[in-house]
């Protein structure tokens, strides 16, 4: 350890949940690297995916693509050094600020996750609910503002909560019982509640729907957003299954003021982060058919651009041999 830094300056040193056992250490290690190159491989092809689709008129789109930048950062500096403070005593990873730092992207980012669910919802429930109307309540300047809102909230909340967190809070993430009690109510429940509602009317518009009324347009665009809808809510389920035991474990250790095991708030917290690994892979299969049409359509696109550029090249090199 480096002997510059002052003791009262290095937080969450001697919290380690890995066995001592060098085997076990290394084992658990790779693994965890092996959940991190998943997410950052993953996020990055959908963020490619969506780029080269270029269909940014589906508004939906646009917070797909956001997501999943979100996901990658979570990857990126938040996986990755919650792994190496586990493998290192290194005072850099350790320190007051490098703590805080990683503390705010991670509030921010999973903040930032669940309020793009509740967008995206939103989205579906107007596109659902009022079709014709859609495209004049959702404009580019409306999902522009709503981008700016879900990145600078969670910045937001991140940057009170890690600035004026005491120490302890840092490294055992219920020991404070204001900031754990609001951060969970104002990043996981409140959302929660809300996307719940909409998708429980989201299912009870598609019932009372009559789609023989329906023309053949008219019908397969409606199927189109519903199957959209779907893919949202399951995203959205799995996102509930993996970081409900974080907020759960969260309240309880901050309404029971009982310190839950580190080893224990290492498992609930890497649960939640498991879900930017699952996200861009659940992306992938359910709208694998609609991704591979888009790919065969581009592929047939350039080969009979092709053909048409050979065809006019002969033709011109047989004018040129008559001339």
Request: hydrophobic share 50%.
């Amino acid at each position: 350890m480096n002997e510059s830094i002052p003791e009262n300056d290095l937080v969450c040193i001697g919290h380690e949940v890995f066995s001592s056992l060098i085997w076990i250490k290394v084992f658990i290690a790779c693994f965890l690297f092996g959940l991190v190159t998943l997410a950052v491989c993953g996020n990055i092809l959908v963020i490619l995916t969506l780029i080269r689709i270029k269909n940014f008129t589906r508004k939906i789109n646009v917070f797909f693509t956001s997501m999943a930048v979100a996901d990658l950062l979570i990857a990126v500096f938040v996986m990755v050094p919650s792994i190496l403070r586990q493998l290192s005593h290194a005072w850099f990873l350790h320190d007051r600020v490098t703590t805080r730092i990683i503390l705010l992207v991670d509030i921010m980012c999973s903040t930032s996750s669940i309020l793009h669910f509740t967008c995206m919802t939103t989205d579906r429930f107007i596109a659902i609910s009022k079709p014709f109307k859609y495209f004049r309540i959702m404009t580019r300047k409306v999902v522009g503002f709503l981008i700016l809102l879900l990145w600078t909230l969670p910045f937001i909340e991140g940057y009170i909560l890690s600035t004026f967190n005491p120490n302890d809070s840092l490294c055992l993430p219920g020991a404070d019982f204001i900031p754990a009690l609001v951060g969970s109510i104002v990043s996981f429940y409140i959302p929660l509640a809300f996307n719940i509602v909409l998708n429980i009317k989201i299912y009870l518009i598609v019932r009372r729907r009559r789609f023989h009324d329906l023309g053949d347009a008219q019908l397969k665009n409606m199927k189109t957003e519903f199957r959209v809808a779907r893919t949202i809510s399951i995203l959205f389920g799995c996102f509930c299954a993996s970081w409900t035991p974080f907020f759960v474990a969260n309240i309880y250790s901050a309404i029971r003021k009982e310190d839950l095991t580190h080893l224990t708030w290492y498992i609930v917290t890497w649960i939640g982060y498991f879900n930017s690994t699952i996200n861009p892979f659940l992306f992938y299969f359910l709208h694998k058919r609609k991704i591979l049409r888009k790919r065969n359509t581009t592929i047939i696109h350039h080969i009979s651009k092709e053909k048409e550029e050979n065809i006019m090249y002969q033709s011109n090199s047989t004018i040129s041999t008559f001339l």
